[in-house]
């Protein structure tokens, strides 16, 4: 029942590679099976000549062969050109909708996924492990075909020569063919290897990338280096064994085609001898014709165990985009209207290691909160729960009256929206980067930028200014203003913001902070590290977390008066 339930899986992904595509691959196919005719054909005009050469009653005129021989000449040409033209395209189709499919899958995906699971994987899912589907599911079955085809109608050309020399090539085959399947088997396993295997080396040269300059300021090149090539050692030690298998299975083939080969001609020729009716016309194709069936059976147990191999590389990416996939839930309002209540909220990322304990508190909507804390303090985590990062967490968090676990994640999505620290820029334009390739009317895009303060960004470069990979074209703060700018764009009821000054100046973090004050109507939720008296006296109440644990709550004069950890914080701080 599993494996018809994965199969079913799989073909609602395979589907993708057929749908409006069908003509393609139709065509591709009949390309493939009458160039296997036609070699079929020459073959029969070979035994033709010959034995017209040689004088053998009842041969054909070399006239005709001759005219037969052009006719055939001329065929070859529009049928390859018939596969010039369809192969590429069927391939080209298929792996677009595919990959668009597939795309379409991981954005489903809740934010929870990205923190549970290993991105690295799709990484080597989307690069290495596509390339082998595009070769060895799809390309091959063009080669798959034409050697059915080309195989098939040697044996029946053969039977038709000659059924006694026939049926003693084709039990010639039996042993090589037996041992090519079983070495075949272990090529799924092998494949898979080689798959898993790359997507570890992927994470590690992704962490090297990203660490940088933390790997230059600490020296540490050399250690990266060993790290990285370590991972390649395991990657390039998993693609040895894979061609180790391919290499026997050829050798295996390779023993079947002389074996068969040299066994047939030999006693086609002792059968001459002794008067069973073969002529040297017959002979000789029966060598070309063993050669078309000998080929295949080299090819096709690599063929079948690649197209296996590969069949269990889409049950893998189908397995990883099918997990952690929230589409149920409650559809809300895209407005808060009286705001978010968290009671009796504890959350461990581990059993038994609880991060935030008993948390109770309110945010009214369209006010201003800052939460507050020494660092491990939960602040992160408060906050990151609020965006369904995770939903194993005990307590309720309710947005009006409808807990988060029961929202839909579209929904919830288009009510609040989320700052961080290190804000994700595309290598493309300002525009695009506010927009998020979306359409957006000039007027809301215009007031966007205004209010986030970008202004003067776009004045001196436009909107068409390329940013760079992942921002470097711009500071620190211009891409956080880009990041307020979507969330403006979005007209997100709620907005988070986690430490996202914590990285700039002190003037350039002053004044985001105060744009992001300055935004009315919107619920502001902001974890802050800067204790800057004039901001906090900005906020409509101020969340102070220690251990986990909420110590105090409200505005910056009452926390001032009790004198208590706060006070501590904002003291030390100045």
Not at 241 to 251: E, Y
Not at 334 to 342: A, F, M, Q, T, W
Request: proline fraction near 2%; aromatic fraction near 8%; hydrophobic fraction near 45%.
């Amino acid at each position: 029942m599993q494996d018809k339930a994965q199969r079913t899986l799989r073909s609602s992904y395979t589907t993708w590679f057929y749908r409006g595509n069908r003509s393609a691959y139709c065509v591709m196919l009949l390309s493939s099976a009458m160039i296997s005719v036609l070699n079929l054909a020459a073959a029969w005009l070979t035994q033709q000549i010959i034995d017209a050469v040689s004088g053998t009653p009842g041969s054909l005129k070399i006239r005709i062969l001759a005219t037969l021989t052009s006719g055939l000449i001329l065929l070859i040409i529009p049928i390859k050109a018939l596969d010039y033209i369809s192969s590429p395209r069927f391939i080209e189709k298929a792996m677009s909708q595919f990959k668009h499919f597939a795309f379409q899958k991981l954005s489903q995906k809740n934010i929870a996924s990205f923190h549970e699971e290993v991105t690295s994987a799709y990484l080597s899912a989307f690069s290495n492990d596509l390339a082998t589907i595009e070769t060895n599911y799809l390309e091959k079955q063009y080669t798959l075909v034409f050697n059915i085809v080309w195989a098939t109608g040697a044996i029946i050309l053969m039977l038709v020569y000659n059924p006694v020399l026939t049926l003693i090539a084709l039990g010639l085959f039996i042993l090589p063919i037996a041992a090519s399947m079983m070495a075949g088997t272990h090529l799924e396993k092998t494949e898979k290897t080689v798959s898993e295997k790359n997507a570890g080396f992927v994470a590690t040269l992704k962490d090297i990338l990203s660490g940088f300059s933390v790997i230059k300021s600490f020296k540490a090149e050399d250690a990266a280096v060993n790290l990285l090539e370590q991972n390649s050692v395991v990657v390039e030690a998993a693609k040895c064994r894979k061609r180790k298998i391919n290499t026997v299975l050829s050798a295996i083939g390779g023993m079947a085609g002389v074996t068969a080969q040299l066994g047939t001609f030999l006693i086609g020729a002792v059968l001459a001898l002794s008067g069973w009716g073969i002529t040297p016309g017959v002979l000789m194709v029966f060598m070309e014709l063993t050669a078309a069936v000998i080929n295949p059976i080299r090819e096709m147990p690599e063929l079948l165990a690649n197209r296996k191999a590969a069949s269990a590389l889409i049950d893998k990416m189908v397995q990883a985009l099918e997990s952690n996939i929230r589409d149920e839930g409650t559809d809300i309002p895209n407005h808060l209207g009286s705001g978010i209540s968290i009671h009796d909220l504890s959350f461990g990322y581990e059993p038994g290691n609880e991060i935030l304990h008993n948390i109770d508190v309110d945010f009214e909507a369209g006010k201003s909160y800052a939460i507050v804390g020494s660092s491990g303090s939960g602040k992160s985590t408060l906050l990151s729960l609020l965006m369904a990062a995770r939903h194993d967490y005990a307590g309720t968090i309710c947005f009006d009256d409808t807990e988060l676990r029961e929202i839909s994640s579209k929904s919830l999505y288009e009510l609040i929206s989320m700052i961080e620290q290190n804000v994700f820029v595309f290598d493309a334009s300002i525009r695009d980067n506010i927009t998020m390739f979306r359409d957006f009317g000039t007027a809301d895009v215009d007031n966007a930028i205004a209010l986030s303060g970008l202004s003067k960004l776009i004045a001196q470069h436009g909107e068409d200014y390329h940013c760079g990979e992942n921002g470097k074209d711009l500071s620190g703060g211009e891409k956080q203003r880009i990041s307020i700018a979507r969330s403006l764009l979005q007209k997100s009821s709620v907005l988070l913001a986690d430490e996202v000054t914590a990285a700039l100046d002190a003037q350039t973090a002053y004044q985001v902070t105060s744009d992001l004050l300055r935004l009315d109507g919107i619920t502001r939720i902001i974890v802050t590290h800067a204790l800057v008296e004039s901001l906090l006296r900005q906020y409509d109440g101020i969340i102070v977390l220690k251990d986990g644990h909420i110590v105090e709550n409200g505005t910056f004069e009452d926390l001032m008066e009790q004198k208590g950890y706060f006070y501590a914080l904002y003291t030390v701080s100045q």
